[in-house]
C-alpha cells in the first residue's frame, strides 16, 4: 500500500503570508495526488486535483505543483477563511485511496 | 439539487451490527465510483470501502475486510455500507463521497468531489 506523509502537522502564519505544505508518496504516484481542504464539523472539499490543476470555485490563491513522490500545495497569500486542516489523497493504487495526516492551519 | 446525503449512524455495542445508507440526488449516479471514508475522532480521512459503477468490484482497507461490506442499488440512486462485527475502533464519521475519474494521456486521475454531510458511528458498551 501507498502512505502518503504530510509536513508540517500544523503551522501558524499571518494573513498574508505565503504558506507551504508538503506532502510525499513512500512510491511514485505519478500525478495522481489531489488536495483537500477540512473545516471543524464539516466536509472536506476539493481544492485541487490531479496535483496541479485548481477544482473548479476555488480561490486562485491555491496552487499545487509536483510529480512522482513529492508534491506542495502553496497558499499565495493566506486568508482568515483559509484556516483550516489540509489533506493530501493519492489516487494511482487501488480504491480505497490513501490520504495525508493532515496539516493544521492557524492564523496568528 | 446535487447532494449526498447518509443517514444510519448511531450507537451500537462492540461486536454489533449497523447498515450505512447514502442517498443521491441531482447527477447521475450510475456514472460513478462511490467511496466510503470515515474520520475518527481528532484524526484524518481514511478510504473504507470502494464500489465501481455497476456493483461488480469493491475494495476495502485491510481493516475492515470481511467485516464491512459495500452495495450500491442504481435504481434508487443509493449507496450503503454493512457494517457488521464493529469495534471501538470503528467509531468514527462516515462520510459517502463521489469519485470523479479525469481520463488523461497517462491514465485516470480520481478525485472525490463530492461529500455527504456525514454521519457519527459510536462503538461504544
Redesign the interface.
Do not use: E, K
Given at each position: 500500500?501507498i502512505q502518503m506523509t504530510q509536513s508540517p502537522s500544523s503551522l501558524s502564519a499571518s494573513v498574508g503570508d505565503r504558506v507551504t505544505i508538503t506532502c510525499r508518496a513512500s512510491q511514485s504516484i505519478?500525478?495522481?495526488l489531489?488536495w483537500?481542504q477540512?473545516k471543524p464539523g464539516k466536509?472536506?472539499?476539493?481544492l485541487i486535483?490531479?496535483a496541479s490543476t485548481l477544482?473548479s470555485g476555488v480561490p486562485s490563491r491555491f496552487s499545487g505543483s509536483g510529480s512522482g513522490t513529492d508534491f506542495t500545495l502553496t497558499i499565495g497569500s493566506l486568508q482568515p477563511e483559509d484556516s483550516a486542516t489540509y489533506?493530501c489523497?493519492q489516487?494511482d493504487d487501488?480504491?480505497?485511496?490513501?490520504?495525508?495526516?493532515?496539516t493544521k492551519v492557524e492564523i496568528k | 439539487e446535487v447532494q449526498l446525503v447518509e443517514s444510519g449512524g448511531g450507537l451500537v455495542q462492540p461486536g454489533g451490527s449497523l447498515r450505512l445508507s447514502c442517498a443521491a440526488s441531482g447527477f447521475p449516479f450510475t456514472n460513478y465510483?462511490m467511496?466510503?471514508?470515515r474520520q475518527a475522532p481528532g484524526k484524518?480521512?481514511?478510504?473504507?470501502?470502494?464500489i465501481n459503477p455497476d456493483g461488480t468490484k469493491k475494495?476495502?482497507?485491510?481493516s475492515v475486510k470481511g467485516r464491512f461490506t459495500i452495495s450500491r442499488d442504481n435504481a434508487k440512486n443509493s449507496l450503503y455500507l454493512q457494517m457488521n462485527s464493529l469495534r471501538d475502533e470503528d467509531t468514527s464519521v462516515y462520510?459517502c463521497a463521489r469519485?470523479r475519474g479525469?481520463r488523461?494521456s497517462?491514465?485516470w486521475?480520481?478525485?472525490?468531489?463530492m461529500?455527504?454531510?456525514?454521519t457519527m458511528v459510536t462503538v461504544s458498551s
Open positions: 500500500d505519478r500525478n495522481y489531489n483537500y477540512q466536509a472536506p472539499q476539493l486535483h490531479a477544482q489533506y489523497q489516487s487501488n480504491p480505497p485511496d490513501t490520504f495525508g495526516g493532515g | 465510483w467511496t466510503w471514508v484524518g480521512l481514511q478510504g473504507v470501502a470502494s475494495h476495502y482497507v485491510d462520510y469519485r479525469i488523461y497517462s491514465g486521475s480520481h478525485s472525490f468531489d461529500w455527504g454531510q456525514g
